[in-house]
């Protein structure tokens, strides 16, 4: 019997060395995803599965570009008195709701936040919010059409975990482009 709410963090252990299973530098990302898919398959096969939200979101966007600005949203007291003064939410990251009620091929278009989990879990047990910030976050609950239960769940294709393989080190592994350095510096073009 799982909890009313579960919070599952991929192992961080041997981040420096590339073997965690998480999709940080310089672990394999593919670890990453069977995790995800671990985590996933245990969800759709457990006897909960019908009462039963999965949300998978990142924490962060992975210092990739985005053309989009952060919103600012309310901020909490606490966040004030720390410094935080702009209340920017931050890049936008993925998330995905997984349970009987999304429908299939939904993407959610409305301005979605961390918190927003957070305001669905106040929905559901009709608990106070804890600040302005989650008392103003759209809900994730708005996504699921609970008049439409879809009890089955797809099955995905993904490779299993590929047990410990250190990353090299990147300034031990030659590069492509050595051959042609070596060129140029022969030819005059590099002094360094």
């Not at 939200?53 to 007291?77: K, M, N, R, S």
């Not at 009987?100 to 409305?110: A, K, L, M, S």
């Not at 957070?118 to 976050?137: H, N, Q, S, Y």
């Not at 708005?142 to 008049?147: A, C, E, I, K, M």
Request: with cysteine; aromatic share 12%.
């Amino acid at each position: 019997m799982l909890p009313h709410i579960a919070f599952v963090d991929p192992k961080f252990l041997g981040a420096a060395l590339g073997i965690s299973w998480d999709d940080h530098p310089h672990a394999d990302i593919r670890n990453g995803q069977a995790f995800v898919n671990l985590i996933y398959e245990a969800v759709v096969t457990s006897p909960n599965w019908p009462n039963t939200v999965l949300v998978i979101t990142y924490d962060e966007w992975g210092g990739f570009f985005d053309h989009v600005p952060p919103p600012a949203a309310p901020l909490p007291p606490a966040d004030q008195a720390a410094g935080h003064q702009d209340g920017l939410r931050g890049f936008r990251v993925p998330t995905f709701l997984v349970s009987p009620w999304t429908p299939r091929g939904t993407v959610g278009h409305g301005l979605y936040d961390h918190t927003s989990v957070l305001r669905m879990i106040e929905w559901r047990w009709d608990l106070p919010p804890l600040t302005v910030r989650d008392a103003t976050a759209n809900n994730l609950a708005d996504l699921l059409d609970f008049s439409h239960p879809q009890l089955e769940a797809p099955t995905f294709a993904v490779p299993g975990l590929t047990w410990p393989q250190v990353c090299p080190d990147p300034l031990s592994v030659p590069s492509p482009w050595d051959g042609l350095r070596h060129l140029a510096r022969r030819s005059g073009f590099f002094t360094d």
